[in-house]
């Protein structure tokens, strides 16, 4: 069955240190998208790729970084300089991001915690 | 980007329909509506999503006013499986998908 992968589901890290989730699909989409989420709180986006070797800053983007150098993966990188960076990350993934009738797939999430 | 509106919080009893409403006073002539739900600890899932005309699927209808500028998922009867948290959401190319807090439905038997 096609699918997003987020691995791990849970990760746990000491303060100062990067740290990269992973985001893989098998839908062929070529959207990708990285939002984050806090406690009782919506979806707030970091990082959106619309294509390959490309990628848009979101509305938090400050303390994250990502990459997309092939289609089905777009991996985020949580640096030391995010200053909460102790959250339920979700990558979500479309057909396209031109194609606004196209919904989302999500991925089942990564907590991070980061003491 | 156009933003909605959802009441934090609502009730239903099982097996009874639910009406869970979305303002978009804002919306444009291109943004599509979209509708997702979260359930604890997971990702959001797709439910529905309309431009003009109402839309029905295996999951909800969505009713969308003549104006467009609210909508009302609907769940024809509600079950304990369908407590979670809805987002109503607005959709154009130009659109970074934000998502607001959402309605959280509870389901009582």
């Known amino acids: 069955d096609g699918g997003i992968t987020q691995s791990p589901k849970y990760l746990f890290r000491k303060e100062g240190q990067n740290v990269t989730l992973s985001c893989e699909q098998n839908?062929?989409?070529?959207?990708m998208y990285w939002y984050r989420q806090d406690p009782g709180q919506g979806l707030r986006l970091i990082y959106y790729s619309q294509i390959v070797n490309d990628f848009q800053k979101g509305d938090i983007a400050e303390g994250y970084s990502v990459s997309r150098e092939k289609n089905e993966s777009f991996p985020l990188t949580v640096t030391s300089a995010q200053k909460n960076p102790t959250a339920f990350y979700l990558c979500a993934s479309s057909i396209s991001r031109q194609r606004h009738n196209s919904p989302l797939h999500f991925g089942n999430g990564t907590r991070l915690t980061v003491t | 980007d156009a933003k909605t509106t959802q009441p934090n919080s609502m009730e239903s009893n099982e097996e009874e329909p639910v009406h869970l409403p979305c303002n978009h006073s804002t919306i444009s002539g291109t943004d599509y509506i979209h509708w997702y739900r979260q359930l604890p600890s997971q990702g959001p899932e797709y439910v529905i999503h309309g431009l003009t005309s109402n839309v029905n699927n295996r999951m909800a209808s969505l009713a969308i006013a003549e104006d467009r500028k609210s909508s009302t998922l609907i769940l024809h009867r509600a079950t304990l499986r369908d407590a979670a948290v809805y987002y109503c959401i607005l959709r154009d190319t130009a659109s970074k998908l934000t998502f607001g807090t959402g309605t959280r439905l509870q389901v009582t038997l």
């Open positions: 839908l062929n989409h070529d959207a």
